[in-house]
């Protein structure tokens, strides 16, 4: 199911089920007053890549393209794709869409089409990946991280300085 939201004369197309999105209630409320989130990536050998955004949300290309094979639109099933290892993390856009073997979808509610641009909930996947957290071994975390793996993000490091200077840094640290 989808559902579109006009917010603030702006057209949104959430995909999503109209049931609880998957870790909603684990999510630590943001602060109202953040207006930035700024992403510093970093891999081995290489200079730590950063990112700024506004808000919570990250543009999945401009995120994933740092570090991931590939990120591809299928205008014609209506899904976009990240590519890495051999697998593929799918957002779909389509009611129709059947995932292939080394297809994972994204759980619904994490992304949303804006403007012609794919967006990324960053607070769902900084939880998933929190440098810090012990999930149990078989809990849903656990799966969803191991499903996840493919794209070797080792971990997330999360600082809400909003208090501060109104940011959300974080620290996204890809295996070698």
Same mark, same amino acid.
């Given at each position: 199911m989808y559902a579109i939201v006009l917010i603030y004369g702006t057209l949104a197309v959430h995909?999503?089920?109209?049931s609880a999105i998957l870790f909603e209630n684990k999510i630590p409320p943001i602060s109202t007053d953040t207006k930035f989130t700024e992403i510093s990536i970093a891999m081995s050998g290489k200079n730590a890549q950063k990112l700024i955004v506004k808000g919570h949300d990250v543009g999945i290309r401009a995120l994933?393209?740092?570090f991931s094979d590939q990120v591809v639109w299928d205008n014609k099933a209506k899904?976009?794709?990240?590519?890495? +290892?051999?697998?593929e993390l799918v957002i779909p856009f389509s009611e129709n869409f059947k995932p292939n073997s080394n297809q994972i979808t994204l759980p619904d509610g994490w992304a949303y089409f804006k403007d012609g641009r794919t967006y990324l909930r960053f607070p769902y996947?900084? %939880?998933?990946?929190?440098? %810090?957290?012990?999930?149990k071994s078989g809990s849903e975390?656990? $799966?969803w991280k191991q499903k996840l793996s493919f794209? +070797?993000?080792d971990y997330i490091d999360t600082n809400d300085s909003t208090p501060k200077d109104q940011t959300i840094h974080s620290s996204l $640290?890809?295996?070698s």
């Open positions: 995909a999503f089920a109209s994933f393209e740092k899904f976009v794709a990240i590519k890495n +290892n051999g697998k996947f900084a %939880y998933l990946f929190d440098r %810090y957290a012990e999930f975390e656990d $799966l794209l +070797n993000i $640290l890809i295996k």
